[in-house]
Nanobody
């Protein structure tokens, strides 16, 4: 049974930084791409960032490009999201997710491409 547990969320002022972590257990973490999504109140879940199974490629939503960085440590079964220059519009619950298909199968931007999800961690950016 695959489990994903996010941590690192919190309250931060605009312009500040946070680093989210997602620890995975069960399955073969190093064989799957990983993604981060977020959902603000009243809005649909949206793609934030993703990384391929070996970390060779990364993908970002235009809204976070240049401010956020996704990385992974396969030895620790953990994926990270470094968030810099945070804005109030980044306020949301952030979820990590594991791809449905191993290795390079599928795309990275749709929630439908992901089979396992964490419970989410709240990020609140004050103005």
């Amino acid at each position: 049974q695959v489990q994903l547990v996010e941590s690192g969320g919190g309250l931060v002022q605009a312009g500040g930084s946070l680093r989210l972590s997602c620890a995975a257990s069960g399955g073969t973490f190093s064989s799957y791409g990983m993604g981060w999504f977020r959902q603000a109140p009243g809005k649909e879940r949206e793609f934030v960032a993703a990384i391929t199974w070996r970390g060779a490629s990364t993908f970002y939503a235009d809204s976070v490009k240049g401010r956020f960085a996704i990385s992974r440590d396969n030895a620790k079964n953990t994926v990270y999201l470094q968030m810099n220059i945070l804005k109030p519009e980044d306020t949301a619950v952030y979820f990590c997710a594991r791809k449905r298909n191993a290795y390079l199968g599928g795309t990275y931007y749709s929630p439908d491409e992901y089979a396992y999800w964490g419970q989410g961690t709240q990020v609140t950016v004050s103005s």
